[in-house]
């Protein structure tokens, strides 16, 4: 199948790290929905079983011991994606740090690719989280989407299974991977045809 009509690599990448956190029941159901399609796969990479490292290395200078066995984790797998959908609450206005960690190791990775977000927590939904990611991801030249998904008071959002409450919910999934895989398939059809230009 020639890549450009491929099923889209999406890479789901789980921002919180915090113990007891209710981020894996987002992912699970987020990564359901793509499973569901026939035009998409998903790649689940979940921050606290892939932890990078938190001290980067002088500009020109090699990385800290470990360092590349970490990123060897993470790196070819974001590299591979198409893709990316960002699953994230709201920590004091804003996202958590292991998610922007893992932003900032890399930069080519994130290129000329389009990126969606689900976000959660209280009243806010996690949306100024997903607000700062929006401005951080255009400085690397990645193209974020327009639809989200948000889940405010999110515990009360699922059930005992995982699935949720309001249908609604399942319906604008439904439209954030509509819109992921038209920017997915524009994007990639692109760079096969041009080299991205940073």
Do not use: C
Not at 57 to 74: D, H, I, Y
Not at 144 to 152: E, G, L
């Amino acid at each position: 199948m020639p890549a450009t009509t491929a099923p889209l690599h999406v890479a789901v990448l789980a921002g919180s790290t915090r113990e007891g956190r209710f981020g894996p029941v987002v992912t699970k159901w987020l990564s359901g929905h793509i499973e569901q399609r026939h035009d998409m796969s998903a790649d689940v990479i979940d921050l606290a079983e892939t932890p990078l490292p938190t001290v980067f290395p002088a500009f020109g200078r090699q990385p800290p011991p470990g360092t590349e066995e970490a990123l060897a984790l993470v790196t070819p797998r974001l590299a591979a994606a198409d893709a990316f959908v960002f699953v994230t609450p709201e920590y004091n206005h804003s996202y958590p740090a292991p998610l922007k960690n893992a932003i900032d190791w890399h930069n080519e990775q994130w290129h000329g690719k389009p990126v969606a977000f689900v976000s959660y927590g209280g009243l806010s939904g996690g949306l100024r989280a997903v607000e700062h990611l929006r401005v951080v991801m255009a400085e690397l030249n990645a193209t974020t989407i327009r639809n989200t998904v948000s889940f405010h008071e999110a515990w009360s959002r699922f059930d005992e299974s995982g699935a949720v409450k309001d249908p609604a919910a399942d319906t604008s999934a439904k439209a954030l991977l509509d819109q992921l895989a038209w920017w997915g398939h524009a994007l990639r059809t692109a760079k096969a045809l041009h080299s991205y230009v940073a």
